[in-house]
């Protein structure tokens, strides 16, 4: 069994005592546990060299007194966000968000409550009907619009869900036939869901860098106005629509900035697309998890001591924005303990995702979880 | 990957291979094939008492006709001609032919659920009857044609001679037809007892209502065996009838002593030394006032008597524990087949630094007690003749200095009782001459375990005493020693585990299912039980060993204890769940010197936990007010 | 197959969302209301009382249920007769019933004597009924609420809510001693068997920190399951809930039940609405795979978070599913736990189950 192999050299990386057995015991049986169900599934592993493996070369990097330390972040502090957990998180989605919005704005259209929506026939129309005038538009990958799609197959239809942001004026027509075929020929969307995954800091999606927006949502504005100009009336979106943002996965920390940014763009965005703005996410972090000083001393010693700058130099271009140092902590120092099973993101601790050859004496970092690094 | 001595037994009898690879037949042999009354055990009703985990669920299981064919049909098996052989030696089987059809219906909270209908008792028990009665033919149908061993019309019900109009009640001749009317009483009855809101009395469905007596109209079920026709007697196994309400079993008791009845009739329950029902019944006749034991029904107790040294259930710990051990890949793959073999028995030996420690102070105790060079010796001596003669392989330098250093407290303590002698020399002659037996040197092992570290409980034998005669209890420990021998594989070392290792593994298991406790007072249960092998163990570590091994029970004079039972006082609640869940072991009217006491004794996995000794016998007398102030401090 | 459509997709506030709802539907005067809920120890016993009292005034009428056990914690018996107070000097229009959970033998019949209790209850004329689940022990919750809820569906006019108040923090300091019988919770013991093919059990157990003991002895009324699917809290305000309670259930997901881990079923923690929506889609799928070939049997077991187990209910009663649980016999508290007040914050969670506000629903 590759197992077994891997559970010895565990034992011996870790020096858990060969005569009574009892913490080998303990904990062969967690990690064989936590392996089947979350760990093995990440995307980055290949048969052969899971897990396990990569736990033992993760923690060989370190001096023998400072192993005990690593391996208990990875058993009491690290997040990890399996596939079927993330297929939670994008189901809750329209069930949980949109239907309470789309609720709320049919009722105000015939003057009734939110909650009374579905007494008459009358109401469930409305209900459907701004239900049909809203687009879902995926910001990347981690979207899972293909997912999403499924999840609610018969409830949304599929000209109204874009996989990406990046339409063509072919495509926006498509959209707007199909809109007035099914709701007339004035409709138009009325209000826009911009979907990703996840965010750490905020600054993916919106960050002002000496006066300028940039970002995602500063993307997509371009895009509405751009589209706007360009096909005028046959433009099937409303002037000032309503803007909601969701993310999957959320830290606290970025939906302060971000509700903190979205509120600067509202209030000084001259050119804006949109009338309202609403941020929402099906999971949002305990601002407890970032790591801290007061119960991480340990651990932060460590990503302190096992760091490669040569990680800093590679990324720098892309970090400098954010106005940080080092790589230490994860982009922009968010220093998170979170893994998502397709992919880690950079904001969490380099410690956990980072590969470097280690150059002019500097530590040779080794990843638990690999990151491919989209920025090089 | 899992553990298989982990899983829960009810889960192998999903797959009947997987289930026959590791039940035993021992509670068979044991407790029913030399019963004395052997011969009436399918004719008149039989009441099967045991304690948890004592395998009576395990054995009923295994006697289903279902599994009772398969075993016959696959006699290649070895393991199946051992269960085979159980069989013939009780009954069910005439050599290679079925002779028994049975079917076990565990009494669940449903059936107890009836009694709380608005209705008569005698209409409520009606409902049961019937209920019963037609899951029970339901069941030997099923059983019957179960993997497509025969079809339905390939049975014969064959009626009582005087069954008259009964036949119809039950639906007809045929199988086909007892089995829709067997159907259709089953939901009648089930629809009244599930309901959210129970009928009136007038409102019961008809077919609920309607006379049905297959146990008083079937007598025998014929079936083809090997191109011949075999008549089998049916069997019914009521499993857990002490969840009825008492008066409920009673009524149900009482209506399955009929003679009319031709079938098997057996009711499996437990019976708690501290229960009121148990308290209050000074034998076994009472238990049905107008009914007699051994005239209208038979009472099977399925644990040992306390007299018996606990052999029967070692050779069934034995037996399972080789059965489950072949289902560990890692070790199995390793021809490990022989469980006892995987746990060292060697006697552990202290190191040469603690062995001169020891000889040290057992110095220092002779000096102490001023015993003679010539004392002395003489002592040595007696201690070199019982090694000589004992069958122990136990017995090297480290114990033979303890038992030495034993034998010369008791010396001072004889003499010291004894008015001294104007013509004594220093060295008196003690009244009662001092003895080195096996008492002795179980005082001495206690003594090196708790000032030595030396591993007290090991071995087998030790882990199957320590169950409590419960084979589930067994084997969660036997498991956890499983677990390590594991790990040692997988570090490519031989996975036999040495006596310390094994003590610890098991203080280790027996600690978390101590802390595991979850049950009404768990936790002043817990504080309770560990406060009384402290004193225990006080007094198992005098120098003089008055106890021998050592004391791992209390015991309170038992009309006390019937006294406080019968109050509401909290210690009779926190003894009673103590006594229920295994944390003690009861044992009523218990006599010693010409008293009668109710022994507590503390469960195998306290003594494990607290390395008391598993031996029987030594307690500390207590009295009830003692108890209360103990508990009351907690 | 479901007759309720709505209930995919009905009405549901939490939060500060709840406290808006309740001020302003209650607030309108034609509406009058009945609240049965519980009387216990629990903190959350007074909750919904305590918003729904200023609001309604002397349109508020209550039941509220008194769970009594035998050898009951001193501390906690007190809490309890100090909610029984306030609940009383907040609502004068209420009644208290005392409900005893074990017969004199120890049998579980709490089920029964609730059922017999609201059913003997002399209907009254209002057009709001509230269940408070929060301070009610499966046991008594969900006998009440198939009660309650059949009388409010053969009323076209009158709206069923149930409310839940919710802290799984707070409910692993609640230490409960499970009795020694586990049974099929009164109500729901699932279909009548009326086929021949065998029946293929699929236990549901939700894990719930400190439910080791009980959910071993429901898993001994299993017998021969087909396959167990343990339930896990997710998304939920902790993201490490699941992975600790994959840790503590170690044993039981290794070896004691043998979980394939593609069996885990995660379900929201704080929305009931998912844990509804999963079970009825895994009813279904089991419905159309084994079609002709077995009988599928889903039990539930909602041991752990009051939310999930509304989710739960939901789903038994819409699909008439098994639900296995044990008794209390008594309650402790965790005294190596913070105290009951210092704990993180209270989600309170309203479902509209039943009412005219569905008249016009189409799925």
Same mark, same amino acid.
């Given at each position: 069994?590759?197992?077994?192999?891997?559970?010895?050299?565990?034992?011996?990386?870790?020096?858990?005592?060969?005569?009574?057995?009892?913490?080998?015991?303990?904990?062969?049986?967690?990690?064989?546990?936590?392996?089947?169900?979350?760990?093995?599934?990440?995307?980055?592993?290949?048969?052969?060299?899971?897990?396990?493996?990569?736990?033992?070369?993760?923690?060989?990097?370190?001096?023998?007194?400072?192993?005990?330390?690593?391996?208990?972040?990875?058993?009491?502090?690290l997040?990890?966000?399996?596939?079927?957990?993330?297929?939670?998180l994008?189901?809750?989605f329209?069930?949980?968000?949109?239907?309470?919005?789309?609720?709320?704005?049919?009722?105000?259209?015939?003057g009734?409550?939110?909650?009374?929506?579905?007494?008459?026939?009358?109401?469930?129309?409305?209900?459907?009907r701004?239900?049909?005038?809203?687009?879902f538009v995926?910001m990347?990958?981690?979207?899972?619009i293909?997912?999403?799609?499924?999840?609610?197959?018969?409830?949304?239809?599929?000209?109204?869900?874009?996989?990406?942001?990046?339409?063509?004026?072919?495509?926006?027509?498509?959209?707007?036939?199909?809109?007035?075929?099914d709701?007339?020929?004035d409709?138009?969307?009325?209000?826009i869901?911009?979907i990703?995954?996840?965010?750490?800091?905020?600054?993916?999606?919106?960050?002002?860098?000496?006066?300028?927006?940039?970002?995602?949502?500063?993307?997509?504005?371009?895009?509405?106005?751009?589209?706007?100009?360009?096909?005028k009336?046959?433009?099937?979106?409303?002037?000032?629509?309503?803007?909601?943002i969701?993310?999957?996965?959320?830290s606290?920390?970025?939906?302060?900035?971000?509700?903190?940014?979205?509120?600067?763009?509202?209030q000084?965005?001259?050119?804006?697309?949109?009338?309202t703005?609403?941020?929402?996410?099906?999971?949002?972090?305990?601002?407890?998890?970032?790591?801290?000083?007061?119960?991480d001393?340990?651990?932060?010693?460590?990503?302190?001591?096992?760091?490669?700058?040569?990680?800093?130099?590679?990324?720098?271009?892309?970090?400098?924005?954010?106005?940080?140092?080092d790589?230490?902590?994860?982009?922009?120092?968010?220093?998170?303990?979170?893994?998502?099973?397709?992919?880690?993101?950079?904001?969490s601790?380099?410690l956990?995702?980072?590969?470097?050859?280690?150059?002019?004496?500097?530590?040779?970092?080794?990843?638990?979880?690999?990151?491919?690094?989209?920025?090089? | 990957?899992?553990?298989?001595?982990?899983?829960?037994?009810?889960?192998?009898?999903?797959?009947?291979?997987?289930?026959?690879?590791?039940?035993?037949?021992?509670?068979?042999?044991?407790?029913?094939?030399?019963?004395?009354?052997?011969?009436?055990?399918f004719?008149?009703?039989?009441?099967?008492?045991?304690?948890?985990?004592?395998?009576?669920?395990?054995?009923?299981t295994?006697?289903?006709?279902?599994l009772?064919?398969?075993?016959?049909?696959?006699?290649?098996?070895?393991?199946?001609r051992?269960?085979?052989?159980?069989?013939?030696?009780?009954?069910?089987?005439?050599?290679?032919?079925?002779?028994v059809?049975?079917?076990?219906?565990?009494?669940?909270?449903?059936?107890?659920?009836y009694?709380?209908?608005?209705?008569?008792?005698?209409?409520?028990?009606?409902?049961?009857?019937?209920?019963?009665?037609a899951?029970?033919?339901?069941?030997?149908?099923?059983?019957?044609?179960?993997?497509?061993?025969?079809?339905?019309?390939?049975?014969r019900?064959?009626?009582?001679?005087?069954?008259?109009?009964?036949?119809?009640?039950?639906?007809?001749?045929?199988?086909?037809?007892?089995?829709?009317?067997?159907?259709?009483?089953?939901?009648?009855?089930?629809?009244?007892?599930?309901?959210?809101?129970?009928?009136?009395?007038?409102?019961?469905?008809?077919?609920?209502?309607?006379?049905?007596?297959?146990?008083?109209?079937?007598?025998?079920?014929?079936?083809e065996?090997?191109?011949?026709?075999?008549?089998?007697?049916?069997?019914?196994?009521?499993d857990?009838?002490?969840?009825?309400?008492?008066?409920?079993?009673?009524l149900?008791?009482?209506?399955?002593?009929r003679?009319?009845?031709?079938?098997?009739?057996?009711?499996?329950?437990?019976?708690?030394?501290l229960?009121?029902?148990s308290?209050?019944?000074?034998?076994?006749?009472?238990?049905?006032p107008?009914?007699?034991?051994?005239?209208?029904?038979?009472?099977i107790?399925?644990?040992?008597?306390?007299?018996?040294d606990?052999?029967?259930?070692?050779?069934?710990?034995?037996?399972?524990?080789?059965?489950y051990?072949?289902?560990?890949?890692?070790?199995?793959?390793?021809?490990?087949t022989?469980?006892?073999?995987?746990?060292?028995?060697?006697?552990?030996?202290l190191?040469?630094?603690?062995?001169?420690?020891?000889?040290?102070?057992?110095a220092?105790?002779?000096?102490?007690?001023?015993?003679t060079?010539?004392?002395?010796?003489?002592?040595?001596?007696?201690?070199?003749?019982?090694?000589?003669?004992?069958?122990?392989?136990?017995?090297?330098?480290?114990?033979?200095?303890?038992?030495?250093?034993?034998?010369?407290?008791?010396?001072?303590?004889?003499?010291?009782?004894?008015?001294?002698?104007l013509?004594?020399a220093?060295?008196?002659?003690?009244?009662?001459?001092?003895?080195?037996?096996?008492?002795?040197?179980d005082a001495?092992?206690?003594?090196l375990?708790?000032?030595?570290?030396r591993?007290?409980?090991?071995?087998?034998?030790?882990?199957?005493?320590?169950?409590?005669?419960?084979?589930?209890?067994?084997?969660?420990?036997?498991?956890?020693?499983?677990?390590?021998?594991?790990?040692?594989?997988?570090?490519?070392?031989?996975?036999?585990?040495?006596?310390?290792?094994?003590?610890?593994?098991l203080?280790?298991?027996?600690?978390?299912?101590?802390?595991?406790?979850?049950?009404?007072?768990?936790?002043?249960?817990?504080?309770?039980?560990?406060?009384?092998?402290?004193?225990?163990?006080?007094?198992?570590?005098?120098?003089?060993?008055?106890?021998?091994?050592?004391?791992?029970?209390?015991?309170?004079?038992?009309?006390?204890?019937?006294?406080?039972?019968?109050?509401?006082?909290?210690?009779?609640?926190?003894?009673?769940?103590?006594?229920?869940?295994?944390?003690?072991?009861?044992?009523?009217?218990?006599?010693?010197?010409?008293?009668?006491?109710?022994?507590?004794?503390?469960?195998?996995?306290?003594?494990?936990?607290?390395?008391?000794?598993?031996?029987?016998?030594?307690?500390?007398?207590r009295?009830?007010?003692?108890?209360?102030?103990?508990?009351?401090?907690? | 197959m479901?007759? &309720?459509p709505?209930?995919? #997709?009905?009405?549901?506030?939490?939060? +500060?969302?709840?406290? $808006?709802?309740? =001020?302003?539907?209650? /607030?309108?005067?034609?509406?009058?209301?009945l609240?049965?809920?519980?009387?216990g120890?629990d903190?959350?016993?007074?909750?919904?009382?305590?918003?729904?009292?200023?609001?309604?005034?002397d349109?508020?009428?209550?039941?509220?249920? &008194?769970?009594?056990?035998a #050898?009951?914690?001193?501390?906690?018996? +007190?809490?309890?007769? $100090?909610?029984? =107070?306030?609940?009383? /000097?907040?609502?004068?229009?209420?009644?208290?019933?005392?409900?005893?959970?074990?017969?004199?033998?120890?049998?579980?019949?709490?089920?029964?004597?609730?059922?017999?209790?609201l059913?003997?209850?002399?209907?009254?004329?209002?057009?709001?009924?509230?269940?408070?689940?929060s301070a009610?022990?499966v046991?008594?919750?969900f006998?009440?609420?198939?009660?309650?809820?059949?009388q409010?569906e053969?009323r076209?006019?009158?709206?069923?809510?149930?409310?839940?108040?919710?802290?799984?923090?707070?409910?692993?300091?609640?230490?409960?001693?499970?009795?020694?019988?586990?049974?099929?919770?009164?109500?729901?013991?699932?279909?009548?068997?009326?086929?021949?093919?065998?029946?293929?059990?699929?236990?549901?157990?939700?894990?719930?920190?400190?439910?080791?003991?009980?959910?071993?002895?429901?898993?001994?009324?299993?017998?021969?399951?087909?396959k167990?699917?343990?339930?896990?809290?997710?998304?939920?305000?902790?993201?490490?809930?699941?992975?600790?309670?994959?840790?503590?259930?170690?044993?039981?997901?290794?070896?004691?039940?043998n979980?394939?881990?593609?069996?885990?079923?995660?379900v929201?923690?704080?929305?009931?609405?998912?844990?509804?929506?999963?079970?009825?889609?895994?009813?279904?799928?089991?419905?159309?795979?084994?079609?002709?070939?077995?009988?599928?049997?889903?039990?539930?077991s909602?041991?752990?978070?009051?939310?999930?187990?509304?989710?739960a209910?939901?789903?038994?009663?819409?699909?008439?599913?098994?639900?296995?649980?044990?008794?209390a016999?008594?309650y402790?508290?965790?005294?190596?736990?913070?105290?009951?007040?210092?704990?993180?914050?209270?989600?309170?969670?309203?479902?509209?189950?039943?009412?005219?506000?569905y008249?016009?629903?189409?799925?």
């Amino acid at each position: 069994m590759n197992d077994n192999m891997a559970l010895g050299l565990l034992a011996e990386i870790m020096n858990w005592k060969s005569d009574d057995g009892a913490t080998a015991t303990r904990e062969y049986g967690w990690l064989r546990l936590m392996s089947a169900v979350k760990y093995d599934g990440y995307s980055d592993f290949r048969a052969g060299a899971r897990f396990l493996e990569s736990l033992a070369t993760w923690l060989k990097q370190f001096e023998p007194t400072d192993r005990e330390a690593a391996y208990d972040f990875v058993k009491s502090r690290l997040v990890y966000i399996s596939l079927p957990e993330l297929l939670r998180l994008i189901e809750a989605f329209v069930p949980e968000f949109v239907t309470p919005a789309i609720r709320e704005v049919a009722a105000k259209e015939i003057g009734v409550k939110p909650y009374e929506i579905w007494r008459t026939v009358h109401g469930t129309a409305a209900f459907k009907r701004n239900l049909r005038k809203t687009l879902f538009v995926g910001m990347s990958d981690g979207s899972r619009i293909d997912i999403l799609r499924r999840a609610n197959a018969g409830r949304i239809s599929q000209e109204q869900v874009l996989p990406m942001m990046n339409i063509d004026g072919a495509k926006w027509e498509d959209l707007a036939d199909d809109l007035r075929k099914d709701e007339g020929q004035d409709a138009k969307f009325e209000r826009i869901f911009l979907i990703d995954d996840f965010t750490a800091s905020g600054t993916t999606f919106i960050r002002n860098v000496e006066g300028k927006w940039k970002g995602k949502l500063a993307r997509f504005n371009k895009l509405i106005k751009d589209a706007r100009k360009e096909l005028k009336d046959k433009f099937p979106i409303v002037e000032g629509y309503d803007l909601y943002i969701h993310h999957y996965i959320s830290s606290y920390q970025a939906r302060l900035n971000l509700l903190k940014r979205l509120d600067e763009a509202f209030q000084n965005w001259d050119d804006k697309s949109f009338g309202t703005v609403t941020l929402s996410e099906s999971l949002l972090l305990p601002e407890s998890l970032k790591l801290n000083a007061k119960s991480d001393a340990t651990m932060l010693a460590l990503c302190d001591t096992y760091y490669d700058h040569a990680l800093f130099e590679r990324l720098e271009r892309h970090c400098k924005e954010a106005g940080q140092v080092d790589m230490k902590l994860g982009y922009a120092d968010c220093a998170l303990p979170i893994v998502l099973d397709h992919n880690t993101p950079n904001n969490s601790i380099s410690l956990l995702w980072a590969e470097t050859g280690g150059e002019n004496g500097a530590h040779a970092m080794r990843p638990l979880f690999f990151r491919r690094d989209r920025h090089g | 990957m899992s553990n298989p001595f982990l899983r829960r037994a009810t889960e192998y009898i999903r797959d009947d291979s997987a289930f026959l690879a590791i039940v035993s037949p021992e509670p068979l042999t044991a407790f029913l094939a030399r019963h004395k009354k052997k011969d009436a055990l399918f004719d008149m009703p039989v009441r099967l008492i045991g304690t948890p985990g004592s395998g009576k669920t395990m054995m009923a299981t295994l006697v289903e006709y279902r599994l009772l064919e398969t075993i016959l049909r696959d006699q290649s098996n070895p393991n199946n001609r051992a269960l085979a052989e159980a069989l013939v030696q009780t009954g069910f089987t005439n050599g290679d032919i079925p002779r028994v059809v049975a079917v076990r219906l565990p009494m669940e909270s449903e059936y107890r659920d009836y009694w709380e209908l608005p209705f008569d008792p005698a209409v409520k028990t009606k409902l049961v009857m019937s209920l019963i009665q037609a899951r029970a033919v339901i069941g030997w149908l099923r059983n019957l044609t179960a993997n497509n061993r025969r079809a339905l019309d390939e049975v014969r019900i064959i009626a009582r001679d005087a069954a008259g109009a009964q036949i119809e009640q039950i639906g007809g001749m045929t199988a086909a037809d007892i089995l829709k009317r067997a159907r259709e009483v089953d939901r009648a009855v089930y629809s009244v007892g599930a309901s959210l809101l129970p009928p009136k009395p007038e409102q019961i469905p008809a077919a609920a209502q309607a006379p049905y007596q297959p146990f008083e109209t079937i007598r025998e079920i014929e079936i083809e065996w090997n191109g011949k026709p075999v008549k089998l007697q049916p069997l019914v196994i009521l499993d857990d009838v002490h969840t009825l309400h008492p008066e409920q079993l009673d009524l149900l008791f009482r209506a399955l002593t009929r003679r009319e009845m031709r079938i098997g009739r057996w009711l499996m329950m437990r019976l708690d030394a501290l229960s009121p029902a148990s308290v209050f019944q000074s034998d076994q006749q009472d238990a049905f006032p107008g009914l007699k034991a051994d005239r209208d029904y038979l009472d099977i107790s399925m644990q040992s008597q306390r007299g018996s040294d606990r052999k029967q259930f070692r050779r069934l710990a034995a037996d399972m524990s080789d059965r489950y051990l072949r289902l560990v890949p890692s070790l199995a793959n390793r021809r490990h087949t022989h469980f006892a073999r995987l746990l060292s028995g060697e006697p552990p030996s202290l190191t040469e630094g603690k062995l001169e420690e020891l000889r040290q102070q057992v110095a220092k105790d002779q000096r102490r007690l001023k015993v003679t060079p010539e004392r002395r010796a003489a002592i040595e001596e007696l201690v070199r003749s019982y090694v000589k003669g004992s069958h122990s392989t136990d017995v090297n330098e480290d114990v033979q200095l303890a038992m030495v250093r034993v034998l010369m407290y008791r010396y001072d303590v004889r003499v010291a009782a004894q008015t001294p002698s104007l013509f004594e020399a220093e060295d008196p002659e003690p009244k009662t001459p001092l003895k080195a037996d096996v008492d002795v040197a179980d005082a001495a092992r206690i003594y090196l375990t708790h000032r030595f570290d030396r591993p007290l409980h090991f071995g087998l034998d030790d882990i199957a005493n320590a169950s409590n005669e419960n084979a589930e209890q067994f084997l969660h420990m036997a498991g956890a020693l499983v677990d390590r021998m594991e790990t040692r594989a997988i570090r490519n070392l031989d996975p036999a585990l040495s006596p310390s290792q094994q003590q610890a593994a098991l203080i280790d298991k027996t600690g978390e299912m101590i802390a595991g406790w979850s049950f009404p007072f768990a936790r002043k249960v817990r504080e309770f039980v560990l406060h009384v092998a402290g004193e225990c163990l006080e007094e198992s570590l005098q120098p003089n060993a008055p106890l021998g091994a050592g004391a791992n029970a209390i015991a309170v004079p038992d009309a006390h204890m019937v006294e406080l039972l019968a109050s509401e006082h909290e210690l009779a609640q926190v003894l009673k769940y103590a006594q229920a869940y295994g944390a003690i072991v009861a044992v009523r009217k218990y006599g010693q010197g010409g008293k009668e006491w109710c022994l507590l004794e503390l469960a195998g996995p306290v003594c494990l936990n607290q390395r008391l000794t598993l031996k029987r016998g030594g307690f500390l007398e207590r009295r009830v007010e003692d108890l209360i102030s103990v508990v009351e401090a907690i | 197959m479901t007759s &309720r459509p709505h209930w995919a #997709n009905c009405i549901t506030h939490s939060d +500060a969302k709840v406290d $808006e709802f309740l =001020a302003d539907y209650f /607030a309108q005067p034609d509406r009058t209301c009945l609240l049965v809920g519980g009387a216990g120890f629990d903190p959350r016993a007074r909750m919904v009382a305590e918003r729904l009292a200023p609001v309604l005034g002397d349109r508020l009428r209550a039941m509220f249920i &008194r769970e009594e056990r035998a #050898n009951p914690n001193a501390d906690l018996t +007190a809490s309890a007769n $100090e909610t029984e =107070a306030k609940l009383k /000097a907040l609502i004068k229009n209420c009644e208290i019933t005392h409900v005893q959970i074990f017969a004199e033998d120890g049998a579980s019949v709490g089920g029964v004597r609730v059922s017999q209790a609201l059913r003997a209850m002399d209907w009254p004329d209002v057009t709001d009924v509230v269940l408070d689940l929060s301070a009610l022990s499966v046991g008594i919750g969900f006998p009440a609420a198939r009660v309650l809820l059949a009388q409010c569906e053969e009323r076209p006019d009158v709206n069923f809510h149930l409310m839940v108040v919710s802290n799984p923090e707070l409910d692993a300091q609640i230490v409960p001693e499970p009795s020694s019988t586990p049974a099929v919770v009164r109500g729901f013991s699932g279909p009548v068997e009326d086929s021949d093919l065998e029946v293929a059990k699929v236990w549901l157990p939700h894990l719930a920190p400190g439910k080791r003991a009980t959910l071993a002895k429901i898993h001994g009324l299993v017998e021969s399951d087909y396959k167990i699917c343990p339930v896990l809290p997710f998304p939920s305000r902790d993201p490490r809930r699941p992975d600790a309670l994959i840790s503590e259930y170690h044993n039981e997901l290794r070896n004691v039940w043998n979980v394939d881990q593609r069996d885990l079923i995660y379900v929201s923690e704080r929305n009931p609405l998912d844990a509804y929506r999963t079970f009825s889609t895994l009813k279904a799928r089991y419905d159309q795979t084994m079609e002709g070939i077995y009988r599928p049997q889903l039990i539930l077991s909602p041991v752990g978070s009051k939310v999930m187990a509304a989710g739960a209910l939901m789903a038994a009663i819409d699909h008439n599913l098994t639900v296995l649980h044990v008794e209390a016999v008594r309650y402790e508290l965790d005294s190596a736990a913070a105290p009951l007040e210092a704990t993180p914050a209270y989600m309170i969670v309203h479902v509209w189950l039943h009412g005219p506000i569905y008249a016009g629903y189409q799925a």
